[in-house]
């Protein structure tokens, strides 16, 4: 059974940084897709940014972070990390991270496993 445990949100100002880390536990298949999700209040969680876990590392965004926002893994820890520059009042959101097996997709039934989520609040 695999765990996922977020760290790093925070309440930042606009234009600040910060960067989060999904730790996981357990055991897991050799490929697999690890992504960030958010949910701001009264609306849907969408996709913000994925990564896969085979070479080459593949990633996708979201439109509206893209340039500001890097998704990133380190294996040997097991961690997938979400840094985030140049934060807007309209980043602010909990933030989710979920692992599915196979491919990457922004879809968000297609992830089985997700982490508590961590907040993001953004002032302006």
């Known amino acids: 059974q695999v765990q996922l445990v977020e760290s790093g949100g925070g309440l930042v100002q606009a234009g600040d940084s910060l960067r989060l880390s999904c730790a996981a536990s357990g055991r897991t298949r050799l490929t697999y897709t690890m992504s960030w999700f958010r949910q701001a209040p009264g609306k849907e969680r969408e996709f913000v940014a994925a990564i896969n876990s085979w070479s080459g590392g593949n990633t996708y965004y979201t439109d509206s972070v893209k340039g500001r926002f890097t998704i990133s893994r380190d294996n040997a820890k097991n961690t997938v990390y979400l840094q985030m520059n140049s934060l807007e009042p309209e980043d602010t959101a909990v933030y989710y991270c979920?692992?599915?097996?196979?491919?990457?997709?922004?879809?968000?039934?297609?992830?089985?496993?997700w982490g508590q989520g961590t907040q993001v609040t953004v002032s302006s």
């Open positions: 979920a692992m599915k097996y196979g491919s990457i997709s922004g879809v968000v039934n297609e992830y089985n496993v």
